[in-house]
């Protein structure tokens, strides 16, 4: 089986277990978590890179890139009470992920590719400069 794309790993994992994507939804967004983040992903079971780390944004509640980079497409809400879900995809291949942000750090659980690959993520907020 091919390995998944390192991005798609990663980016699902950035900020995602108490939240589904139709709650934040119903919930509305939360900009208290608001900022930088730097993301550790771990892969537990299938044929993605072992772990990643990558930074992720969050504006207004919504989980957006970090940069510029537009190689990929992200998309995700977190509500008041610090629940996640993301949702990312790359050259056809797709990644999510769910779990809960407390203060400045976070994590949760993510798979892709129909489970194929899933594991772990936990985030840390970088200060503010």
């Given at each position: 089986?091919?390995?998944?794309?390192?991005?798609?790993?990663?980016?699902?994992?950035?900020?995602?277990?108490?939240?589904?994507?139709?709650?934040?939804?119903?919930?509305?967004?939360?900009?208290?978590?608001?900022?930088?983040?730097?993301?550790?992903?771990?892969?537990?079971?299938?044929?993605?890179?072992?772990?990643?780390?990558?930074?992720?944004?969050?504006?207004?509640?919504?989980?957006?890139?970090?940069?510029?980079?537009?190689?990929?497409?992200?998309?995700?809400?977190?509500i008041?009470?610090?629940?996640?879900?993301?949702?990312?995809?790359?050259?056809?291949?797709?990644?999510?992920?769910?779990?809960?942000?407390?203060?400045?750090?976070?994590?949760?659980?993510?798979?892709?590719?129909?489970?194929?690959?899933?594991?772990?993520?936990?985030a840390?907020?970088?200060?503010?400069?």
């Open positions: 089986m091919k390995r998944l794309s390192v991005l798609t790993a990663v980016a699902v994992a950035l900020v995602m277990a108490a939240a589904t994507p139709s709650e934040a939804a119903k919930k509305g967004r939360s900009g208290a978590y608001d900022g930088l983040w730097s993301v550790s992903i771990r892969t537990q079971a299938g044929p993605c890179d072992p772990s990643y780390r990558y930074p992720a944004r969050i504006v207004g509640g919504r989980v957006v890139q970090a940069d510029n980079d537009f190689s990929y497409q992200i998309s995700g809400n977190v008041a009470s610090g629940g996640i879900a993301v949702t990312v995809s790359k050259g056809g291949q797709a990644a999510t992920g769910y779990g809960k942000l407390h203060g400045s750090s976070g994590g949760g659980r993510w798979s892709a590719g129909g489970n194929a690959c899933y594991g772990t993520w936990s840390m907020k970088r200060a503010s400069n």
